[in-house]
């Protein structure tokens, strides 16, 4: 009976209705738990739905009995690193690189950085170890081990020297590590490689703007969007550079797109709620803001602008509630003792203003608050 139906899972299986698949795979291993080919398919299910945390617990249970398997094992490591799981990920990686070769009927399509299609295809018995190296790059710079990180991309880039992707995965860690002009001089070798590299623009239209040239920037974030019109990083960068520069409207399209390409990212729904506010949309900028508070309920600039829009429909009671729940997150926010501090003064609550615009430090718009409102 469980062999039954987990042929009738591989035939769906097949057909790439993993919605259907997974059922007989469920199916299958409720009959007889110890089928091991069924964790294996059932986790392929599970990641092709997005059930990324589910997959990697069947491929915990597969690896058991089979802690040699290769493609399990890079399955496995790949989403611990595309969830975040660092360390798993790299400790996978590094049992990947130790494994001999074998036979494989697996084939991988490695996704080219501007999301488009595919640049090739490889096998993890392929002679080029280099993509494993490049992922141990990745995973060593998600633990913060920067030095570790440059060298596996150097080992990447030793069997592949002009490969875009481990090019500007080098530069992002030269980044981190404060080398930026390190980082540029990278970012625009890969620029002249891959001229449609939409992270190496992304990138580079970021530093440019860090620099406070955000209108140079929004041409370079453009051009990302205009070699990949489904990346939400592009749209949502532009429309906070563009927020920058006052364009609100142009801004708030941006971050429409972002949303509808990424509805889970909790800062476009922040950035397009204050630009809502600014448009005085208050309820709809308040909707934004609390939505960025489900999706990470800790983001204490949420709170903040959620409380100031509180505060523009004069509801002062509650404003006050979320600038002392962004307090709670960042105790040491200038612009949240401030908000607070005027809040409690429209409340006839003076003294202890006075003490709130106290704490708002390096602000001179609280410095001259406390000179208006404050006695001596």
């Given at each position: 009976?469980?062999?039954?139906?987990?042929?009738?899972?591989?035939?769906?299986?097949?057909?790439?209705?993993?919605?259907?698949?997974?059922?007989?795979?469920?199916?299958?291993?409720?009959?007889?738990?110890?089928?091991?080919?069924?964790?294996?398919?059932?986790?392929?299910?599970?990641?092709?739905?997005?059930?990324?945390?589910?997959?990697?617990?069947?491929?915990?249970?597969?690896?058991?009995?089979?802690?040699?398997?290769?493609?399990?094992?890079?399955?496995?490591?790949?989403?611990?690193?595309?969830?975040?799981?660092?360390?798993?990920?790299?400790?996978?990686?590094?049992?990947?690189?130790?494994?001999?070769?074998?036979?494989?009927?697996r084939v991988y399509?490695?996704?080219?950085?501007?999301?488009?299609?595919?640049?090739?295809?490889?096998?993890?018995?392929?002679?080029?170890?280099?993509?494993?190296?490049?992922?141990?790059?990745?995973?060593?710079?998600?633990?913060?081990?920067?030095?570790?990180?440059?060298?596996?991309?150097?080992?990447?880039?030793?069997?592949?020297?002009?490969?875009?992707?481990?090019l500007t995965n080098?530069?992002?860690?030269?980044?981190?590590?404060?080398?930026?002009?390190?980082?540029?001089?990278?970012?625009?070798?890969?620029?002249?490689?891959?001229?449609?590299?939409?992270?190496?623009?992304?990138?580079?239209?970021?530093?440019?703007?860090?620099?406070?040239?955000?209108?140079?920037?929004?041409?370079?974030?453009?051009?990302?969007?205009?070699?990949?019109?489904?990346?939400?990083?592009?749209?949502?960068?532009?429309?906070?550079?563009?927020?920058?520069?006052?364009?609100?409207?142009?801004?708030?399209?941006?971050?429409?797109?972002?949303?509808?390409?990424?509805?889970?990212?909790?800062?476009?729904?922040?950035?397009?709620?204050?630009?809502?506010?600014?448009?005085?949309?208050?309820?709809?900028?308040?909707?934004?803001?609390?939505?960025?508070?489900?999706?990470?309920?800790?983001?204490?600039?949420?709170?903040?602008?959620?409380?100031?829009?509180?505060?523009?429909?004069?509801?002062?009671?509650?404003?006050?509630?979320?600038?002392?729940?962004?307090?709670?997150?960042?105790?040491?926010?200038?612009?949240?003792?401030?908000?607070?501090?005027?809040?409690?003064?429209?409340?006839?609550?003076?003294?202890?203003?006075?003490?709130?615009?106290?704490?708002?430090?390096?602000?001179?718009?609280?410095?001259e608050a406390r000179?208006?409102?404050?006695?001596?």
């Amino acid at each position: 009976m469980a062999e039954q139906k987990f042929d009738e899972g591989l035939i769906h299986w097949a057909q790439r209705d993993y919605s259907e698949a997974l059922k007989y795979f469920n199916d299958a291993i409720r009959i007889y738990p110890r089928l091991e080919e069924g964790y294996l398919y059932r986790a392929d299910c599970r990641a092709a739905l997005n059930d990324n945390e589910g997959a990697i617990q069947d491929y915990i249970l597969y690896l058991n009995w089979f802690p040699e398997n290769r493609e399990a094992l890079f399955s496995y490591s790949e989403l611990n690193y595309r969830q975040g799981h660092y360390e798993q990920a790299r400790d996978g990686f590094l049992r990947l690189k130790k494994l001999p070769g074998g036979v494989t009927n697996r084939v991988y399509y490695r996704q080219k950085a501007n999301e488009e299609g595919v640049e090739g295809i490889f096998t993890t018995q392929t002679n080029d170890r280099s993509f494993l190296d490049n992922y141990l790059g990745l995973t060593y710079r998600g633990t913060g081990q920067l030095d570790k990180a440059i060298s596996y991309f150097d080992s990447a880039l030793f069997v592949q020297p002009e490969n875009s992707d481990y090019l500007t995965n080098r530069a992002v860690t030269y980044l981190a590590m404060g080398m930026r002009t390190k980082a540029e001089q990278e970012l625009r070798n890969v620029l002249i490689i891959d001229p449609g590299h939409t992270i190496a623009k992304n990138t580079l239209a970021m530093m440019i703007d860090e620099e406070g040239d955000s209108r140079k920037a929004i041409e370079f974030y453009s051009e990302a969007i205009a070699d990949n019109p489904n990346s939400p990083h592009a749209y949502r960068s532009r429309g906070r550079a563009r927020l920058l520069t006052g364009a609100n409207e142009a801004a708030l399209k941006d971050f429409n797109e972002a949303i509808e390409l990424d509805p889970d990212e909790p800062t476009t729904w922040l950035n397009r709620g204050i630009v809502l506010m600014r448009l005085r949309f208050y309820e709809e900028a308040f909707a934004d803001f609390s939505r960025a508070i489900e999706l990470r309920p800790n983001m204490a600039s949420a709170y903040l602008n959620r409380g100031n829009v509180l505060y523009q429909l004069e509801e002062y009671g509650n404003a006050l509630n979320d600038y002392e729940v962004a307090l709670m997150y960042q105790k040491d926010y200038p612009l949240a003792h401030y908000h607070k501090g005027i809040t409690l003064y429209n409340l006839g609550r003076l003294d202890e203003a006075c003490k709130e615009l106290t704490k708002a430090t390096g602000l001179s718009v609280a410095a001259e608050a406390r000179r208006r409102i404050c006695p001596e």
